[in-house]
């Protein structure tokens, strides 16, 4: 059959499968879950059905303890319940998910899995929280893309209910969950006939009811607690025998070859990898990279995590396996080894002619995992003492564990075009990028993917969105580094950071400012105009801000560098981009108002006519390379917070913090987490065009000034 195709992130094919399963959501919506959450909330007011043909019950709780406490209360009732979580939300549901897997109650929890809090807060992806929960009972199901997330999340659904046991279906969160790919998407129609529709009479007639009166939760004394804990046994033993079914089942639909554990790569090779997670997508283009050169190099990809499949896990390797490298996404101090490791130690042992095991961390936090650090684990795996524990992608000199840091190696295609968007939170690049990636996505036959980097400031903090567009597969879950497009939304930026770098010999660089080629000429540090012309980039540049103030958009100048996007890309035949602009813009704001829907068409029409192509002279090849603006130090700051100011904050805020290494952290007394007080009097990111100006004839003296500035740079004064 034809199947539907459409330009999704991984949290949107999360909640299409989940609510096909569901009939109760209890949620708590955390961040990088909160999309799924959201998506069935608003499916439910719509009145969307289910497979069962029924509108699934959304309660929205006060907590995610709460949203586990309702999850296990509505599956006691025998309801078909599901939630949606990360990080400290998934630890605060542990004791409910405790009782859950106790009792038997099937349920899928879709986690994006993301890091918890240590020294440090972090926001984003890791498996940090997925691995505290192993121990609960939960099956535990991983996803590398977002097509796995639409199909193997309905396997999660489909063997939790036959099993008896509840799932935690997880997959990277913001590396998967935010990413955007054009996928197959599977039918609701398609879905029902897997449902067992026995195990589901099963379930409800347990449910509680005065009709048929029991007891659960008592308490049970020594004599007997244990026997009752291994009753539970043949249930988890059946789990892998189930959710194969259900892959198989999966494979049939949609012609793909899902297992337990799947291998990648030379069938005779000798150095394996073995990951969970979307790590994967890019160790396979590194596979193929070194298979090519006459490398015998393979990698396992483990899909059921728990139970653990011992035997299918042992089948992946082929028989030429002489050295294993286990990468883990998570930091587990003072243990032997992180969780991953110590599994696939423990499946090999006692085994004959077992081969070299050595783990190593990577992405933890995000941080991100490129070819080159593949590279590097299979060069450490060649070595005939390689290290036991290893790093990757950092500068770890203080116990040394890090591998010797490569040249960035891209391997995306060479026909995939690559563009880089720096904009800033709250003026709506994101947003534009990701409306851009949809609409090229479901209107060509072209393969889409969409990722944005935040930091972690928010509204007017830096965001870079990453769009590749091909006609293969894209397999890059990386960071763009090549661009052949890169577009900066404000003028600020090309002092601060380094926004061309790497931008390929002719690219296209559009700069959205109020400057003319003369003052150009002033304004542009000499590294950027020196990097265009020895370059050749095609360098544009466009006042997108007076557009938007002139046809009433304020300071969202999103629509007009979307436009100009099209225009100088050619992804797409222009005219029919414009359309399909003002298509997608009045599906995104006619809600709110058509007057607002008329002000993005001005802003669309109005585009064309103030691209401006610069053309700069050959003197800028001779321009002396500055270095990047840095922070202003006041005079009042101590000796202290300069050095932090000079060796921390000045190179994370250039973009530049994967450079600094562990000691430099440790040298400034980051090893708790601490910082200095009073170093933001020094981080002013000149992110507004204009100066606000306070007018005394106008102040009635209300004072919601500063009530309302959420950096408190309004301080009001009372004076007698």
């Not at 991983?142 to 796995?148: D, K, P, T």
């Not at 012609?255 to 890019?282: C, F, H, K, M, W």
């Amino acid at each position: 059959m034809t199947r539907k195709k459409e330009s999704m992130d991984g949290n949107t094919a999360a909640a299409h499968i989940s609510y096909a399963f569901t009939q109760v959501a209890s949620i708590y919506p955390i961040t990088p879950s909160s999309t799924m959450a959201e998506l069935v909330d608003q499916w439910s007011a719509e009145g969307r059905k289910n497979i069962f043909n029924e509108v699934v019950e959304v309660k929205e709780m006060q907590s995610e303890a709460g949203a586990a406490g309702a999850v296990h209360g509505s599956l006691k009732a025998g309801a078909l319940t599901s939630t949606y979580t990360a990080s400290q939300g998934l630890l605060l549901m542990i004791p409910n998910m405790y009782k859950i897997a106790g009792e038997l109650l099937p349920c899928v929890f879709h986690v994006s899995a993301r890091a918890i809090s240590t020294n440090a807060l972090n926001i984003f992806g890791d498996h940090s929280d997925v691995m505290a929960v192993r121990q609960t009972g939960f099956a535990m199901l991983a996803e590398n893309s977002v097509q796995e997330v639409m199909d193997l999340s309905a396997v999660a659904h489909l063997a939790s209910l036959e099993s008896s046991v509840p799932f935690v279906n997880f997959f990277d969160g913001f590396r998967t969950s935010h990413e955007i790919q054009k996928i197959d998407v599977l039918d609701y129609d398609e879905l029902h006939p897997l449902v067992n529709k026995e195990k589901l009479h099963e379930f409800r007639q347990r449910a509680l009811s005065p009709e048929k009166p029991t007891i659960t939760g008592t308490n049970v004394n020594p004599d007997v607690f244990f026997q009752q804990r291994e009753t539970v046994n043949a249930n988890y033993l059946e789990v892998g025998k189930i959710v194969k079914k259900y892959m198989s089942k999966i494979n049939e639909l949609r012609g793909t070859n899902y297992d337990l554990v799947n291998y990648y790569g030379a069938p005779d090779a000798e150095s394996i990898i073995v990951v969970i997670g979307s790590g994967a997508q890019t160790i396979e283009q590194t596979i193929d990279h070194l298979n090519k050169k006459g490398q015998k190099v393979g990698m396992v990809t483990i899909r059921l995590y728990r139970p653990f499949p011992v035997e299918d896990f042992l089948k992946a390797f082929p028989s030429t396996v002489k050295n294993i490298a286990v990468l883990d996404r998570t930091k587990e101090p003072g243990s032997q080894g992180e969780p991953l490791l110590l599994d696939v130690q423990s499946a090999f042992y006692g085994k004959a002619n077992a081969p070299k095991i050595i783990g190593g961390r990577f992405g933890i936090g995000s941080k991100d995992f490129t070819p080159d650090q593949v590279e590097a684990v299979y060069e450490e795996l060649a070595k005939s003492s390689p290290k036991q524990r290893f790093t990757l992608g950092i500068k770890e000199d203080v116990t040394n564990t890090n591998l010797e840091l490569k040249p960035l190696l891209d391997l995306t295609n060479d026909k995939t075009v690559q563009c880089k968007f720096w904009g800033f939170g709250s003026d709506g690049t994101v947003g534009a990028n990701k409306s851009a990636i949809k609409i090229i996505g479901n209107n060509t036959d072209k393969y889409v993917q969409g990722y944005f980097a935040y930091d972690s400031k928010k509204s007017g903090g830096l965001t870079v969105s990453h769009l590749r567009f091909g006609e293969t597969p894209i397999r890059s879950t990386y960071l763009i580094n090549s661009p052949n497009f890169v577009s900066v939304s404000l003028p600020s930026y090309v002092k601060k950071y380094d926004v061309i770098r790497g931008l390929k010999k002719g690219g296209t660089f559009l700069l959205n400012c109020i400057w003319s080629d003369e003052e150009l000429e002033n304004q542009l540090p000499g590294r950027l105009k020196k990097y265009i012309a020895e370059n050749d980039i095609q360098f544009y540049t466009i006042n997108a801000l007076e557009l938007a103030r002139e046809v009433g958009l304020g300071g969202r100048t999103n629509t007009a560098m979307q436009t100009a996007f099209f225009k100088l890309s050619g992804i797409i035949d222009f005219d029919k981009a414009v359309q399909l602009l003002k298509d997608d813009a009045k599906k995104s704001y006619a809600k709110k108002s058509m007057a607002i829907v008329e002000k993005n068409w001005a802003a669309i029409d109005g585009t064309v006519d103030i691209i401006h192509k610069v053309n700069y002279p050959a003197s800028w090849k001779d321009a002396k390379a500055d270095k990047l603006e840095t922070f202003e130090i006041p005079n009042t700051v101590g000796i202290d917070n300069k050095q932090y100011i000079e060796q921390i904050l000045t190179p994370i805020s250039q973009q530049d913090g994967d450079s600094l290494s562990v000691s430099d952290l440790i040298k400034n007394g980051m090893k708790d987490g601490t910082v200095p007080l009073g170093t933001s009097a020094s981080e002013k990111r000149g992110v507004s065009a204009f100066v606000p100006e306070w007018l005394p004839d106008n102040c009635i003296g209300c004072n919601e000034c500063s009530f309302v500035c959420p950096h408190a740079a309004i301080r009001p004064i009372l004076v007698d």
